[in-house]
């Protein structure tokens, strides 16, 4: 059975399937732009890390460096993002720009640990210091305490190495 009104308006049918499609197509993107985001951005950390150590096997020290701070600049992007727009932004969304700011800082201290070690290990005691003085200054905030932690250790092990004779000093300074 044909719809009375298609009768009088046969035209009608193609435009107005179309015209629906359309819309359902632009409600559909809308609602998934902010999960897409997100995902995007997770996705650009995981290739981030790719690269990052896919450098540092390499021996490309300057490049991995590199792909760690274009990690902390999503962090620092999504941070910048939360904070202009927090009055604008649902639970969902201000939730899911603390995972990813959570999510950035956290892998780019663990990458710095391991950037660390690896000075470390190749007998780059100046440089694995630096790197954990790096993290120490950097990621202060109680959430990432364990990273500090673990900085903290591994540079009174370098310093132990540089100066043997001191004794190191306590994980507060």
């Not at 308006?9 to 632009?26: A, D, F, H, N, R």
């Not at 999960?35 to 150590?53: C, S």
């Not at 490309?60 to 910048?80: C, K, W």
């Not at 100046?126 to 932690?149: F, L, M, N, W």
Request: hydrophobic share 35%.
């Amino acid at each position: 059975m044909k719809n009375p009104f298609l009768l009088y308006y046969p035209s009608m049918q193609k435009s107005t399937c179309l015209i629906i499609l359309g819309g359902l197509l632009i409600v559909t993107s809308l609602s998934g732009c902010a999960v897409d985001r997100y995902q995007q951005q997770a996705d650009a950390i995981k290739g981030h890390v790719e690269t990052f150590y896919g450098h540092l096997q390499s021996h490309q020290i300057d490049q991995a460096v590199s792909e760690n701070e274009q990690i902390e600049v999503i962090a620092l992007s999504a941070e910048e993002r939360l904070l202009r727009r927090v009055g604008q932004m649902n639970q969902g969304e201000k939730t899911q720009e603390w995972k990813i700011i959570k999510t950035a800082k956290e892998t780019a201290a663990e990458n710095w640990l391991a950037l660390a070690r690896y000075f470390s290990e190749a007998q780059q005691y100046h440089k694995a210091r630096g790197t954990y003085r790096r993290i120490i200054e950097t990621y202060q905030d109680s959430p990432y305490h364990s990273y500090v932690d673990r900085a903290k250790m591994g540079l009174r092990d370098v310093e132990t190495i540089l100066d043997p004779g001191k004794l190191p000093e306590s994980p507060e300074k």
